[in-house]
């Protein structure tokens, strides 16, 4: 019976001390990128907001306006930084087309990160002349909130559905591109949550391509419900565009499932390590 005992905590050692790492990585990860990230929000938002506002104020409203998404584009990018090495990002772009913009990009909705891997989306081919439609909170976000605003990202909340076509409409006419998580509310699982149907409803109207971006293995950067970053590998995958051609003859709910079951059978493949 003692050598069970022994043989039993000898075999115990190695999960015991893979755990100790594990805590102990999650632990410097949170410390290091939450430090991180209070600072240079708290510090480099007002310099970011000194440096953009003269050329701003100086440019035309157009002109205005995509510097603004290119500096919440340079933010996402400084938080995506801060989290490696044990959380990295990898783009990979299946599109085969030469598209110019405009174009609707629809995303899954996994993790509060989404809206932060938004600015790894040039390493897809991706402008970053793109507004994000967004729920009311993130204009409360002090100077963050002023930036969205100026960079004219669209609160669906804050809006009828004519006024948000008006809106998204004359975006896409200035080459605007229109980032949407369909979903609404993010899923926190793997399992991808049903899409509303007013990006489609844009999209059938406006006629321009559609992007599909699937976006894998951030749903635990943070989990749903809490703030605690855990170690991962983050990949978005860029699918071939869905062109008007392709669709024109579809009602808002074929092209709405049609969409859906194209990333979520992406989805699966990515999460197994395919593609």
Not at 55 to 76: E, K, N, Q, T
Not at 172 to 195: A, D, K, Q
Request: hydrophobic share 45%.
């Amino acid at each position: 019976m003692p050598s069970c005992s022994v043989r039993r905590d000898a075999s115990a050692q190695p999960e015991v001390f893979a755990g100790m790492i594990n805590f102990l990585t999650c632990a410097y990860l949170n410390i290091v990128f939450y430090t991180g990230f209070i600072l240079f929000t708290v510090l480099g938002t007002p310099l970011m907001v000194l440096c953009v506002l003269p050329f701003a104020l100086s440019r035309p409203r157009r002109d205005a306006m995509a510097l603004f998404r290119r500096a919440i584009c340079w933010y996402g990018n400084v938080i995506t930084f801060m989290a490696r090495p044990f959380v990295r990002v990898r783009c990979k772009n299946l599109e085969t087309e030469n598209l110019s913009p405009p174009y609707i990009i629809v995303c899954n909705h996994r993790s509060a990160s989404d809206g932060f891997m938004m600015a790894s989306l040039p390493s897809a081919g991706i402008d970053t002349n793109a507004v994000q439609v967004v729920n009311a909170w993130p204009f409360r976000i002090p100077v963050l909130g002023w930036f969205a605003r100026g960079a004219g990202y669209l609160s669906i909340t804050e809006m009828s559905f004519d006024d948000f076509t008006a809106r998204a409409t004359q975006l896409l006419e200035e080459g605007v591109n229109i980032i949407s998580f369909p979903e609404g509310t993010r899923s926190g699982t793997g399992g991808m949550g049903p899409f509303h149907s007013g990006i489609f409803r844009l999209a059938l109207q406006t006629g321009v391509p559609i992007v599909m971006c699937c976006i894998s293995g951030n749903e635990h950067i943070p989990r749903k419900g809490s703030l605690t970053l855990h170690p991962g590998n983050i990949t978005i995958l860029r699918l071939p565009a869905l062109l008007p051609q392709h669709y024109q003859n579809l009602s808002v709910m074929k092209l709405k499932n049609r969409v859906w079951e194209t990333m979520n059978q992406t989805l699966a493949r990515l999460d197994k390590g395919g593609l």
